[in-house]
Structure formats: C-alpha cells, structure tokens
C-alpha cells in the first residue's frame, strides 16, 4: 500500500525564521514521484515541485529547498527567511509507477508565518 | 499561461439531488482526474480517466459518481443523488506527458 505522512499538523514561525516541512512516504513501486502542492487560504492547489524516485539530487528554488532521502523514505521541504505569504497549507504527495497515475497525499501541514 | 477551470466555484444543492462539476482541463492534456477535500482534512483521489474511459478509482467513486468527457474540452463530474457527506471541494486536475497534475481552484459542493 502506498501512504504519505505529515507528521507536523501546524507549524508556526515568525518572519524570517527557517521551516522544515517533513513528508514520509511507503511504497513498494521502485519507480515513483513525489510533490510538494501549497494550498494558500483561497483554496486552490499550486504544484511546487516533482522529484522522480530516480533522482536524489536536492533542489533549490530561491527560497525553497527540498531534501529527497530514499535511505529514510523521507522528502522534506524547507523555506529559508520566512514570509508571511508564505501561510498556507502545504500538501506532499506520492504518485506510484501505474497508468492512472493517481497522487496520495499526505494530511497536510498548515504553516502560519507571523510579522 | 494555461491552466484548468471549474464551474461553478460555489454549487448548493438539497440533498437527493443531481449536480454537475463542470472542468475544462489544459488542452493538450491526456489524463484528467477528480478528487475531493472534505472541511480540514487531506486531499482524495477520485477517479482518472484516460482515453475516453476511466482507469482508476477509488472506493469513494461508487455508483452515485460518474463522469465524462462530452466534447474535446470539457471533463464532468455527476453526483446523481447527492448525500449530505458529499459536501467538499471537488478539485479537477489534468497531466500531459510530463508526470506533474495541474489542479483547478476547485468548486466547493455545499449539500443541505
């Protein structure tokens, strides 16, 4: 069976402090892919980024940086100097190696970033 | 930059009733999805639908769901008889020949 965990239900930080957002994940596929999707307070699901089960290489995107370990099963997702646009809910979610090609995501973690 | 719409954004209904989510996915996509989010809680899958028929779904999807795709551009969700439970965002989402789903802002089913 494939699972996402989220451990972290809230998190909160005051502006410009660093997060990490952790994301634990089961499954037996040996080809797969994982995403990080921000849900803001409009409501609306913003991809973030893709990483394939291939690819161990962190990435960085200004601000953003993800951390994939197959070792620990583990993609974790930091935002440096936090902003206050930066509250929102945040999704990981798993995508296994099969034609539907369906997400399973984890319960979400709704970080709120205080002035 | 294209991307996929819903309709309506809000639809309330009386339970027992029929309602249809409407989504125009981005045009060159191939694989187009549904999935709900109760109040609070984590997203679900629905259904994936390929090549004009459906490849995938979950427990939730049962008899009372259906879909379809009935021109080149829009992709339809139908509940036919709507339960309070049903109440949440319904979420489209479409993927091309990248592995990345686009999602839709979602139309919030409220049933009363």
């Known amino acids: 069976a494939q699972k996402v965990t989220q451990a972290q239900t809230e998190i909160s930080v005051v502006e410009k402090e660093d997060v990490t957002l952790d994301c634990v994940y089961e499954t037996r596929d040996t080809t797969y892919y994982l995403f990080w999707y921000k849900q803001p307070p409009s409501g609306e699901l913003v991809f973030l980024i893709r990483?394939?089960?291939?690819?161990?290489q962190n990435e960085i995107s200004g601000r953003y940086s993800w951390n994939f370990q197959k070792s620990t099963s583990s993609f974790n997702f930091t935002i440096t100097a936090s902003q206050v646009v930066d509250s929102a809910v945040y999704f990981c979610a798993l995508r296994g190696y099969n034609q539907g090609g369906k997400l399973i995501f984890g319960q979400g973690t709704e970080l709120s970033v205080k002035p | 930059e294209p991307e996929v719409t819903q309709t309506p954004s809000h639809q309330v209904t009386q339970m027992g009733q029929e309602v249809i989510l409407r989504c125009v996915p981005i045009s060159n996509h191939l694989y187009f999805y549904w999935y709900r989010q109760i109040l609070g809680q984590k997203v679900e899958f629905l259904v994936s639908f390929y090549n004009n028929e459906i490849s995938e779904k979950s427990e939730i999807f049962d008899d009372q769901f259906s879909v379809e795709r009935p021109d080149g551009s829009n992709f339809t969700l139908k509940i036919r008889s709507t339960k309070l439970e049903d109440s949440a965002m319904y979420f489209c989402?479409?993927?091309?020949?990248?592995?990345?789903?686009?999602f839709g802002p979602g139309t919030r089913l409220t049933v009363l």
């Open positions: 990483r394939n089960s291939f690819d161990e």
């Open positions: 989402a479409s993927r091309g020949g990248s592995d990345t789903q686009y």
